[in-house]
Each structure stands twice: as C-alpha cells, then as structure tokens.
C-alpha cells in the first residue's frame, strides 16, 4: 500500500474509531507523553484548552520528571515500541497506554491501568491516520464529541486532495527555481500540533527541510 492510499483511508479509519472509542475515559492534570505523531496530539489539546501536560517522551525522561516515582500518566505510540516512551513507564505507579497494536510492549507493563486502541490499520509511510485517531481517541477520552470534525473529513476529503494537489504544484514550482532553502508550515494554538505533524511527514518523505 501506498503513502497516498494510507491518506485515503484516514476518513474510515476515523469513522472507525470514533465509533470504537465513545466509551474511552481519560485522566486530567497529568502528563500525557509520546514522540513524535504521539506528542503533537496531546499538544494540540493542550493549546484547545484541555488541562493536560504534554511532554516530549525522552526529554521528561532525561531532564523533566525530578527522579522520583510519580502517580499517574498517559503513554502514547503508534507502534507501542517507541524505546523513548517505553523508558517512561517504570517513571509512574501506574499509566495509561494509547496505541495502534494492541499486542506492543507499551500495553505490556505490569503497572498499566488501561489500555486504548486508535485503530488506525496498517500504517508503513507515515503516521497520518495514526495522528487523526489518536485525535479522535482524546476528544472522546475528554468527553469532546469528535462527530462533526469526522463528518466533514469524511465530506471533504476530495477537496483536501484538489488543494493538496494545487499547493504542491507551487511549492515544487518554487524549489525549481533553485531558490529555496527551506519551508515554513505555519499554525497557532490548537493548529500547532497539526503543523508540526505535516512538517514532520513532509520532511521525512521529501529529504527537504520542513519547519
């Protein structure tokens, strides 16, 4: 399967978990922690509003969670191997796992007490239904009704690809004229997390410097 038929199938795989996640709880005023996909989620609530404490998982293991053994957290990766978010689950009495595979490492831990699925499918390119479920996951987990945003993905995705499309074309347009050096992807409170997503798949998939 291609990149390009991985991001076809974001609006069923979002349908598909908004219907298998109505249900999911999740605590607040702890750190939700991931790398990647998996922190630029929480980060986006975050900015929305929502009391949670976003953190870069190897930089809350190395410098940020004070050497001693704390209550509570919610660990997030696609895979459940992220080595960087597995050091983490032995920093808290107990945690919270969102994951993709519900076999990984991540849902393992002898001191987990709960585990949720994003159930995104296969993903091999790129993390980008990986990045709206786990979206989805923590809107239903804070009680945020996702219905709508699911709705209009599943309206619009024909649009989203026609502008896709017509923004690529300008921006491969101008690196052909030798010119550019790098590109900015812009975006402001809840906006950033997804900002950061495209920059970072588009830097991955490109080998050209996306900020």
């Known amino acids: 399967m291609s990149m390009y038929d991985e991001i076809k199938e974001i609006p069923a795989a979002a349908r ?3 219907q298998r996640c109505k249900d999911v709880s999740l605590p607040l005023h702890v750190p939700y922690i991931g790398m990647g996909s998996s922190y630029f ?15 870069i998982a190897s930089e809350y293991f190395h410098y940020l969670h004070g050497g001693e053994k704390r209550d509570q957290a919610v660990l997030i990766s696609q895979s459940g191997e992220s080595s960087e978010t597995l050091w983490c689950m032995d920093l ?6 969102i994951v993709n595979d519900p076999g990984s490492s991540l849902t393992k831990g002898k001191n987990i007490s709960g585990k949720y699925f994003i159930y995104a499918g296969q993903e091999e390119h790129s993390a ?7 979206l989805i996951t923590l809107y239903c987990g804070f009680g945020i009704d996702p219905e709508e945003a699911v709705k209009k993905t599943e309206r619009q995705i024909a649009e989203y ?10 921006i491969t347009e ?15 409170g809840p906006n950033i997390g997804t900002a950061h997503e495209a920059a970072l798949i588009l830097s991955e998939t490109t080998k050209i410097p996306f900020i």
């Open 128 to 134: 980008t239904k990986s990045y709206v479920n786990t």
């Open 161 to 170: 690809e026609k502008t896709a499309r017509t923004m690529a074309k300008k």
């Open 16 to 18: 598909r978990c908004q």
């Open 174 to 188: 101008r690196m052909d004229q030798g010119t550019v050096k790098g590109i900015y992807i812009v975006g402001s």
């Open 41 to 55: 989620a929480p980060l986006t609530l975050f900015y929305a509003g929502v009391p949670v404490s976003p953190f």
């Open 92 to 97: 808290f009495r107990s945690y919270h796992a």
